[in-house]
């Protein structure tokens, strides 16, 4: 989800007596269509219950009451079972402390897709930013570290992605931004009828800036069997 907020400020247009921009209009409706889909996502019973629940992390109960963040609340609620299992993760920023992760159903918005139904993984870190997946189809093995690959003091993380249904499925490393926002270093595929070995050993340091993939592919010659692919790639700063 690439949603930016803008701070409108009207001081300037205002006393110079100048209309506002297409970009200010652009901005405005942006906020005004995010607001009017809270509201239709977030029913105040439903909200109240959620934010009364001891289970959820204060992390989620700040995105359910941010105008900002559009929380699936109903579904939250229906699947509460699934939603309020915690896991320990590691120290992912450094600060020496082990950080955990829960996950939320959020309408994430793209530029190429819209709004869509997903998930946000959330860390009980209000350092560390969520991870917003596109996809419905999301639980706590699909996120994985896999080492201070650049040696900033923050790990990065294998992300297993699937849209549920294909055979193929894709492993991604995420690495944390200057920006505070988690983006694709690069990703390999992952084809379900080679699971071994497992997905979260595909993806690993082997030197400072220094990572390898690890890809299993079918050659479409049986007697010969899998191929296996092993990439090698240095990371950019």
Not at 73 to 95: H, M, P, S
Not at 121 to 133: G, Q
């Amino acid at each position: 989800m690439k949603i930016v907020f803008y701070l409108i400020v009207l001081t300037n247009a205002l006393f110079n007596c100048q209309p506002a921009s297409s970009d200010q209009h652009s901005n405005l409706t942006k906020v005004k269509d995010t607001l009017s889909l809270k509201n239709r996502w977030t029913p105040q019973d439903v909200k109240t219950k959620l934010l009364n629940d001891p289970t959820l992390q204060p992390r989620i109960k700040e995105y359910i009451v941010d105008s900002t963040v559009l929380v699936l609340t109903q579904y939250f609620l229906e699947n509460l079972e699934r939603f309020k299992k915690v896991k320990a993760i590691g120290d992912i920023n450094g600060d020496k402390l082990i950080d955990s992760i829960q996950l939320m159903p959020e309408l994430i918005y793209s530029l190429e897709n819209g709004y869509e139904e997903g998930i946000s993984i959330v860390f009980s870190d209000p350092e560390i930013p969520r991870i917003k997946v596109n996809s419905m189809c999301v639980n706590f093995d699909f996120l994985f570290p896999v080492g201070d690959i650049d040696e900033d003091g923050w790990l990065e993380l294998g992300q297993y992605y699937t849209s549920c249904a294909s055979r193929y499925k894709v492993l991604i490393l995420l690495k944390c931004n200057k920006k505070n926002r988690w983006n694709e270093v690069e990703h390999c595929s992952y084809d379900t009828y080679f699971p071994e070995p497992h997905f979260s050993t595909r993806i690993r340091k082997v030197g400072k800036n220094q990572y390898e993939l690890t890809e299993i592919v079918d050659d479409n010659i049986s007697y010969f069997g899998s191929a296996k692919k092993t990439i090698r790639y240095t990371i950019s700063k």
